[in-house]
T-cell receptor
Framework: RKEVEQDPGPFNVPEGATVAFNCTYS??????FFWYRQDCRKEPKLLMS???SGNEDGRFTAQLNRASQYISLLIRDSKLSDSATYLC?????????????FGKGTLLTVNP | NAGVTQTPKFRVLKTGQSMTLLCAQD?????MYWYRQDPGMGLRLIHY???????AKGEVPDGYNVSRLKKQNFLLGLESAAPSQTSVYFC????????????FGPGTRLTVT
């Protein structure tokens, strides 16, 4: 099983749609979870952390299921500006809290 | 604050040439990282450092060397460039004891011919 595995995508959705990304991780010792966003030819930037109880930031909702080692990101009311690659990120490889493992990313294109 | 900066932004090398990529951060972060990003491969960790004077190997260290002589700088060296090292290189840093949010530099696009 790959350390962090994401939906391969790409996702093409119309403006206003709801889209969900899924991610699984293999290291049960992982303690911190994130979604990063990467625009074309730019550096990754933190979108949101993922907490055990689930968390929401505006149109974005992140969920964590530790038992299934599964993370999700839901985007409601998609905007054109949401078009980007979304990276699932997990820490704790080999017990290291300060090393992050990145998924390969899922490309989202929101169409007018 | 400038955050994380990388020098150069673009470079073309011939096979066998050497070069050094410079990463600098002005946030007093303890941890620094070098990644490479290739199409379909995602971000892969090359080397990292948990403090001044310390470095460690990541997932794909072969063909690269690093140094962290000053806390704010992390250098990535290619002694003898190969076409397989054509990639986008990102530097990142984290403050110790923080939320583990990594701050990335803008990247260096390297082509080896």
């Amino acid at each position: 099983r790959k350390e962090v595995e994401q939906d391969p995508g790409p996702f093409n959705v119309p403006e206003g749609a709801t889209v969900a990304f899924n991610c699984t991780y293999s290291n049960s010792a992982s303690q911190s979870f994130f979604w990063y966003r990467q625009d074309c030819r730019k550096e990754p930037k933190l979108l949101m952390s993922v907490y055990s109880s689930g968390n929401e930031d505006g149109r974005f909702t992140a969920q964590l299921n530790r038992a299934s080692q599964y993370i999700s990101l839901l985007i409601r009311d998609s905007k054109l500006s949401d078009s980007a690659t979304y990276l699932c990120v997990v820490n704790g490889r080999g017990g290291s809290n300060y090393k992050l493992t990145f998924g390969k990313g899922t490309l989202l294109t929101v169409n007018p | 604050n400038a955050g994380v900066t990388q020098t150069p932004k673009f470079r073309v090398l011939k096979t066998g040439q050497s070069m050094t990529l410079l990463c600098a951060q002005d946030m007093n972060h303890e941890y620094m990282y070098w990644y490479r990003q290739d199409p379909g491969m995602g971000l892969r960790l090359i080397h990292y450092s948990v403090g001044e004077g310390t470095t460690a190997k990541g997932e794909v260290p072969d063909g690269y060397n690093v140094s962290r002589l000053k806390k704010q700088n992390f250098l990535l060296g290619l002694e003898s460039a190969a076409p397989s090292q054509t990639s986008v290189y990102f530097c990142a840093s984290i403050a110790s004891g923080a939320s583990y949010e990594q701050y990335f530099g803008p990247g260096t696009r390297l082509t080896v011919t």
